[in-house]
């Protein structure tokens, strides 16, 4: 009598829920784009974009604004994904980065951050809500290197603090410089005129970089920097000694007020657990291009969460931007997203020529120094077929 | 493919929870089946959305929590789950559950697949616990093998018991002749369930006794001893792991994710086993593998049955477990038998599909119940 009774049920009221087939993945492409400049291309703003984009039988394509070495994906990354389930991204990244060096973690980053819009574009919801979304709003900082020596030491003090004022004036509340200057405490006299002319609330990062100034600094030399720092009430100092060394920055962060913060390059879940495990960091910065995608930075923000660390995500600029933005939203650890930009300028600014690859010509909210978590699906960039194909320049 | 004019539609606007209901519903059985152990009462689980989706769990907490829940929910976002869990959501991970099957749902996939989608097969095990004493002391050896060999008929890899019978060395004299009876390749589990045999006057294992147990459950052929020690003992079953080559295993006890990096910084643990719903639900266990990923540590779910099994099986295809508990199944019940009323409530005719003693992910969406609203609304106490 149930029976019958359920069978009237299940057909008389309500059709039942679609299933949802598998998805696989048809396709994978590399190319950029050139958008116009007007004829005469201003050196702060961004007219090359490059694009990775991942077809499926569902009919829906990934876009991400991360270039992969076009050698890379048809000699690794296609092989291993092409006719694969689309959302098996957990098990296609631990087969990628198993047998991957470097530069191949992050020829798989593009594809990976492709294969989430497509996700989300099949789910017509943001990224971010998929992953069980922490907040809607990311506080942006402003990396900012300007025109000049790499190491900025023909850079006006007052010129960055000009800048400061001006990232300021626009509602921003933070800025990132180098800590380059051949004269360490160069870059902590720089941060007192810049800290003078912005007053006692906006945030100045200052960023060593590791071993990309071309030397490391000593630990007394650090210590003498840090020291500098805090009596400027600058917010953190960045990768003060080589990326690899787990000890200096916890003696450095134990000894001093000022955050040490690091981790740009890490490349494994298993790095970020040795930086946790030593304390080495007061605040871990993996990158999601380069640890593995969105999928690994929220892995890694789970176990930085787990010991109490902040996890605040190493940024990029332009387009490149959208997966960073999901992945930061899905973080209940992670204030910030570091926005670099191509000199200084504001980030609006910088990605403006490129408005022209989006449908509604419009990239991210930016209101009161914060990004906003898009509404649109996927990654968050309605981007225009016709303009990806007429802007073109790579095949 | 979309048009450019249906992309620009697409706008994923907010989707609020604009209401909970939990109330329990009893399925109609015959008394035989019910004396048999046959799940037909749930408590359920309902988070309607200004999506005009609603979202189903039958692993709620009791309508006492109602109110609770209702002021933590109504009004929020749905998807902000991580929101959710730090304001309170943790402890409802019945509700988190119906949360997440209203978000697949509405995104039209299961949701595993929202979460890295590691999997889509995970071997079942079917912990068994025998109508009678608690200690199991009143089931002979030979039922246990007997029940062990029944499911291995069925396909099924492995069965776990309770390790609970007061001389505790009688427990591996059973391990020994279930093995005799389903021959290697079969894993036969043990249970110790920490402080739980309290409830039967027993006390927690002094590590003595813990060691002489694992040794001997080793050599009778056991495949992990669980919960051996105190749920808030970090070093014991790490000492313990270190003396013997079986796993041990836990985590079934903790809430949230503190007490797993406990786990994970100590090596407490060879297996952890995070409760698909006491933890916090689907997210927190998917947070606690990738923790455990870190150290190379596998994270399998604790388990449970029937319709409340759905939300542990998103976690565990999300993850990629290797094994899915199914519990506590009553012999010499097999548990498509014993979850079977729970289909008079769904249009999918069979809960879930099982090949070989693996669950297959449904390809249906949310949770992978396809739910009847008005069965579910007839069938309420």
Known sequence: MVATRRGFLAGALGAACATAAPVKITGVETFAVRVPDGGSPDPLRVYRYPVTRVHTDAGITGTSFIGIDPTLLESWVKPALLGQDLFAIDRHMKRLQMNSGESRTQGWSGVEHAMWDCVGRLAGRPVAELLGKAKDRLRIYRTTVFPGKQDQSDVPYERQAEFAKRLQSNGYTAIKIRAWRPRPMDDVDATGVIRAAVGPSFKIMLDRTAVRPGWVWDYPTALQVARGLEKHNAYWLEEPFDGMDLQGPARLAAETDILITGGELGRTLFEFAAFLHNKTYDIVQPDTRICGGIWAAKKISTLAASFGVPCVQHGTGGFALAGYIQAGCAMTNCEWQEMIGAGPNLPTEEWEPGLVLLEDKKAWRVENGYVLLPKAPGLGLRVSEAALKEYRIRA | MLSRRSLLLALAGPVRVTGVEIYDIRIPVTQDEAEAGLMHAFNVVEVATSAGVTGYSFAGPGTAHLPAVRRLLTGQDLFAIEKHLDNGLEKWGGVEHALWDAIGRIAKQPVYRLLGGASTRVKAYVTCVWPGKEDQQHVSYREQAEQAMRLQKAGFPGMKIRAWRPNPLDDADACAEIRAATGPGFAIMFDRTAHVPSIIGQKVWSFDTGLRVARALQRAGAYWLEEPFARDDYKSPARLAAMVDIPITGGEGY???????????????????????GSGGILTCRKVASMAEAYHVPCILHGTMALMLAGWLQATFATGAEWQEVALVRPPLLPQQQWAPGAKVLRN????????????????????????????REFRV
């Open chain 2, 255 to 277: 809430v949230g994710t503190g007490s797993f990096q406990q786990c994970l910084v100590n090596r407490t643990y060879d297996i952890l086993q995070p409760e698909g719903r």
């Open chain 2, 349 to 376: 005719k069979e809960l879930y599909r099982i090949e070989n003693g693996e669950i297959v992910a449904s390809e249906l969406p949310g949770l992978g119940l396809d739910v009847i609203p008005e069965a579910l």
